[in-house]
């Protein structure tokens, strides 16, 4: 088929890519020509395991194509899948829908014939219904212009996978766009046929499935960093309290990791965006429950800070303090709303001299926070540290030597914010060790 992807940041560029590896014929389509000249070139602006050889083995057999202008994206496409971001809003807890907005606004008037416009990114509950009457307002074709629902639900550093094999589908059909089901079905025809799951429902149900699923995996985060908690005070142990709950076929070790909690350009405004929206619909109590597991998120950075001031002596100025992570998960170079970066800054602002290293995020962390010190290595900026904070759980930083890092540094004191080294081995090579919710 003739597929055009709206947007090519995280979410467009990685489906494009995927959509062009599955054998469609793939236009992509953004308003920022250096972001286009970058694509069609080969570089993918971000870090994401995989996606860069899936881009230039399809550039390269033609599948796929990169253009700023709609009117060729009209003409070209078959189904156009909007990808564009809803960051949240400047002035509030809502989602930023300008993007979304923009993009039925400036293809819809080149629709001419019947089409169908998908949207991916995660919106309100609601917005899918008023873009389909504002696209068959606008369009020469009409009623024949349909749009329909189809919700991503990518794990950054994971994002290839998901897309070429998620663990469902879920098509949001309108009874006004009685060939978008057939339509997308032929899209994601390999998926299916390999087996995936496939949920058909309304357009509501839709967009609530990816906002419903970032608040369950939000709460199950939070609820483990309430836990650990209550064990700082108690003096259990959060590590072997999470382990003897993961048992729970009901409950299970996945999000149930104690720590400085989550980040990212995801779950932060999406859980704020859907409490906004229950505001609007009058059923905010039903969700009232998001203001703690937000509040509890906020809470792990600010207890890092004070175990920090603890294990310096009360004084966080003048310190040496390397911090190992900038971006808000491993596998991804993504910053946004990163405890680790954020955790830095602060210990920045309280008059401590902050060295970060990150294995990729390190361009991107110098762009946001340029006052902040960087280094080549870990070891580079653990010299002379009074203290090291382990803020993003790399690979790289597990696989270290804690008596190697024991003689570079002024003393080997170490925060493990997230709960995944070796606590042993480091206590054993002299460390002074602290994690969040542990003894």
């Not at 564009?84 to 039925?104: F, S």
């Not at 994002?159 to 060939?179: K, Y």
Request: hydrophobic content about 45%.
């Amino acid at each position: 088929m003739r597929l055009t992807v709206i947007g090519t940041g995280y979410l467009g560029a990685t489906h494009a890519a995927c959509m062009a590896e599955l054998g469609h014929e793939v236009l992509g389509v953004d308003v920022e020509p250096d972001k286009i000249a970058a694509l069609q070139s080969g570089q993918v602006p971000f870090y994401e395991p995989g996606l860069p050889e899936l881009l230039m083995r399809n550039l390269a057999n033609g599948r796929l194509r990169f253009t700023t202008s709609y009117e060729e994206a009209a003409d070209f496409g078959e189904v156009h899948f909007s990808c564009v971001g809803t960051p949240q809003r400047n002035d509030g807890t809502g989602a930023d829908l300008r993007y979304v907005d923009a993009v039925i606004e400036s293809l819809a008037p080149h629709l001419r014939r019947p089409t169908l416009v998908v949207g991916k990114s995660t919106v309100p509950v609601g917005t899918a219904a008023r873009l389909a009457a504002r696209l068959a307002e606008l369009s020469p074709a009409g009623a024949r212009a349909e749009l329909a629902w189809n919700p991503e639900f990518l794990r950054e550093g994971m994002a290839v996978q998901d897309t070429l094999r998620p663990d469902r589908l879920v098509f949001g059909i309108s009874p006004e766009a009685p060939h978008s089901e057939q339509l997308l079905r032929e899209v994601y025809a390999t998926p299916l046929a390999a087996g995936v799951p496939l949920v058909i429902t309304d357009l509501p149900t839709a967009e609530l499935v990816k906002t419903a699923a970032n608040a369950f995996l939000a709460t199950k985060i939070s609820f483990i960093n309430a836990m650990a908690e209550v064990c700082e005070a108690t003096g259990a142990d959060v590590a072997q309290l999470s382990a003897s709950m993961s048992y729970d076929t009901r409950i299970g070790g996945r999000f149930l990791q104690a720590g400085i909690g989550f980040g990212g350009g995801c779950l932060p405004k999406d859980i704020r965006a859907f409490m906004t929206r229950a505001d609007e619909l009058g059923v905010g109590e039903a969700l009232s429950f998001l203001r703690e597991v937000d509040a509890i998120n906020l809470r792990r950075r600010t207890r890092v800070l004070t175990l920090a001031e603890e294990l310096c002596g009360s004084q966080l100025a003048g310190r040496h303090i390397a911090v190992w992570g900038a971006a808000f998960k491993p596998d991804s170079d993504d910053i946004r709303d990163s405890p680790a970066l954020e955790i830095a800054q602060r210990l920045h602002a309280r008059g401590a001299s902050v060295s970060v290293y990150d294995p990729k995020a390190m361009d991107n962390a110098r762009k946001r926070h340029p006052e902040l010190d960087y280094a080549a290595t870990p070891l580079d900026a653990a010299e002379g540290a009074d203290l090291i904070l382990h803020l993003t759980e790399w690979p790289e930083f597990r696989a270290l030597d804690p008596h190697a890092v024991a003689g570079v540094v002024a003393h080997p004191r170490i925060i493990d914010g997230r709960n995944i080294l070796d606590h042993e081995s480091w206590r054993a090579a002299g460390w002074t060790y602290r994690a969040l919710g542990r003894p």
